[in-house]
């Protein structure tokens, strides 16, 4: 089986002392994870290193940055490189989440870069990709994912991208009103598998896990992760409160 994942992505919120608290309640739990199945959770910057040394020890629990930047080091203010976060045993990085997308700019391109630079690092990324409104009513989203994974992670060798997670996001389907059904996240992860199979092989295909990121919550999540090309869920809101995000870890394959 595929690897599953339960990853926990925090955006900008949550203080440090909320933030360690929830870490707990959370961890308090222990569930004991399976050798294909883990929980990962992205926090803000400031709070990595507490947030390794609450899962260290613990099997199949990890960390993971919210963003990195797109250059080794340098004179860039602000920005954090994969060297950093290796130094720090970051292991996971979310790399072109929607957010990133629409309010910073970041292209595919930019995105290809930073692909490289977490895996020249020994950190795994989790590359975001998916449509906004006005594609999917266009129905035309296919051909925009094409494009996105064709432009961030096609260069790759089949080694390296064997190695990145992979989280769709029907970005119309957050915070718009609208639902994305199980229907259609089932159909958009076997397109996306499809494509890789095309490039890359079936073996290929068929290795790597896509994350289904479109508010995923806890009376949902059961349903999502039992499609047969869904391998876990990239959670926002829902990862903020200890108990739906517990359903949400005790809800992969």
């Known amino acids: 089986m595929r690897m599953q994942y339960a990853a926990a992505?925090?955006?900008?919120?949550?203080?440090?002392?909320?933030?360690?608290?929830?870490l707990d309640e959370i961890l308090n739990e222990k569930i004991e994870?399976?050798?294909?199945?883990?929980?990962?959770?992205?926090?803000?910057f400031p709070y990595l290193i507490m947030a390794h040394s609450e899962v260290d020890g613990l099997?199949?629990?990890a960390i993971a940055a919210q963003n990195c930047y797109h250059r080794q080091s340098g004179a860039y203010t602000g920005e954090i490189s994969a060297e950093m976060?290796?130094?720090?045993?970051?292991?996971?990085?979310?790399?072109?989440?929607?957010?990133?997308?629409?309010?910073f700019s970041e292209s595919n391109q930019m995105l290809a870069e930073k692909i490289n630079i977490c895996l020249s690092h020994d950190i795994q990324p989790i590359f975001c990709c998916g449509e906004p409104l006005q594609i999917r009513e266009a129905e035309t989203q296919n051909q925009y994912v094409d494009v996105q994974l064709k432009e961030s992670l096609f260069h790759l060798s089949a080694d390296k991208l064997s190695r990145v997670i992979i989280a769709y996001e029907p970005i119309w389907a957050i915070g718009t009103g609208k639902t994305a059904t199980t229907q259609q996240a089932q159909e958009m992860h076997a397109y996306i598998r499809s494509i890789i199979d095309r490039q890359f092989g079936k073996t290929v295909a068929e290795s790597i896990s896509i994350l289904y990121g479109g508010s995923v919550k806890a009376g949902n999540a059961k349903e999502l992760f039992s499609c047969?090309?869904?391998?876990?869920?990239?959670?926002?809101?829902a990862s903020l409160v200890s108990a739906d995000f517990v359903k949400i870890i005790r809800s992969l394959k």
């Open 59 to 61: 099997k199949n629990y």
């Open 9 to 22: 992505n925090w955006k900008m919120n949550m203080t440090y002392q909320q933030g360690e608290l929830l």
């Open 228 to 237: 047969p090309d869904v391998d876990g869920g990239l959670v926002g809101g």
């Open 33 to 44: 994870l399976s050798g294909h199945q883990f929980a990962i959770f992205a926090v803000p």
């Open 85 to 103: 976060l290796q130094s720090v045993r970051v292991g996971y990085c979310i790399v072109g989440h929607s957010e990133r997308r629409e309010y």
